[in-house]
DNA sequence: CATAACATGTTATAACATAACACTACCAGT
DNA sequence: ACTGGTAGTGTTATGTTATAACATGTTATG
């Protein structure tokens, strides 16, 4: 069986990007990236990527190789994972560790240590900012130890999922 | 064929604990801990938890199956993860994401959201306290949104690692 | 003792991820 | 044009992590 990721609900947290714009700034971004890095823009990169910012939420990869298949590329599962971790290196994509899921960057342009927050009802996830939040994550100094990489995830229940239900 | 999770080098802020004292410490306060709030710390639950605090790393759940069967205890997969998910529970184990493993809690007193270093070479990790270390991660009050756990792991190289090797 | 709640055992399978190798396209140096 | 290298994709098989579903035993509690 399948694990549940519909998503129906939304709340204030979630909502504060105009996606419309986010989608077409996003494939002009990472167009202008991999043009100036001189990489190539495959058509499956480029399909990995739009399955991935058209919904704008986490997806698991086997839910990525469906829809490469249904748009005629091959599905199996290396192809997902071999994308999925090149558009990660480049920062266009991040892991949502939580939901064993990938979704596409929601801040792109500058290098950044991204931040989740996860609403366990209607798995909605957004991508936060350390300054623009509440939340102020200093930069992790830590003696003796060369931080390369941090996962900052923050799950619980968005307004919409808490007021909608009997918990 | 199986992931390395072997671990043979130590770096300062791995060893600012006495484990010898930490094991002992650990067992009373999960015994005192169950006593209290009536439930049972039995058998099965018992020898998860010493597999898990006896050398104080992270471990596979099938790592820790392995050490049950070895001891005579059923070794299929529920048995682990359901032995693991009630400890998680009461806050005495905690999972490393970036891992897929679990480790003994390392401040069992006072409720905690744990903060996590680990090194990518030796796989050590220590569990670090807000306060004590150089991280200060402020309490995420995000609007519309209730926070119920947070995911905090800091990937990166220690010292000793680093400066052994090659890079 | 009845019975409900809790704890453990067992089988099967789902969900997630990687190893290893094959094939093609493209480019650089000869 | 030949050669060898690199990068991208395809394919098969397998490894690793986690859960569903159901059976059995064990422990309060009325
Ligand atoms: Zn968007
Ligand atoms: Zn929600
Ligand atoms: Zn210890
Ligand atoms: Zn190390």
Redesign the pocket.
């Known amino acids: 069986?399948?694990?549940k990721r519909e998503g129906k609900t939304t709340s204030k947290i979630f909502d504060d990007h105009d996606h419309g714009m986010c989608f077409d700034d996003a494939i002009e971004q990472i167009e202008n990236y991999f043009l100036k890095k001189n990489?190539?823009f495959?058509?499956?990169?480029r399909k990995v990527f739009e399955i991935l910012i058209r919904d704008h939420k986490p997806l698991?990869?086997?839910e990525i190789l469906e829809a490469l298949g249904r748009d005629g590329?091959?599905s199996?599962?290396?192809?997902a994972?071999?994308?999925l971790?090149?558009l990660m290196e480049h920062g266009f994509v991040h892991?949502i560790q939580g939901l064993?899921?990938f979704i596409a960057c929601s801040h792109p342009n500058h290098s950044h240590s991204p931040a989740f927050v996860i609403c366990r009802k209607c798995e909605k996830v957004a991508e936060i900012d350390e300054k623009k939040s509440g939340i102020s994550f200093a930069s992790p100094n830590i003696k003796n130890f060369e931080v390369e990489k941090t996962t900052v995830e923050m799950t619980g229940v968005c307004t919409t999922c808490s007021s909608a239900a009997t918990i």
């Open positions: 069986m399948k694990k990489l190539q495959t058509p499956l990169r698991g990869a086997y590329f091959s199996s599962p290396p192809i994972y071999r994308v971790d090149f892991k064993n899921a």
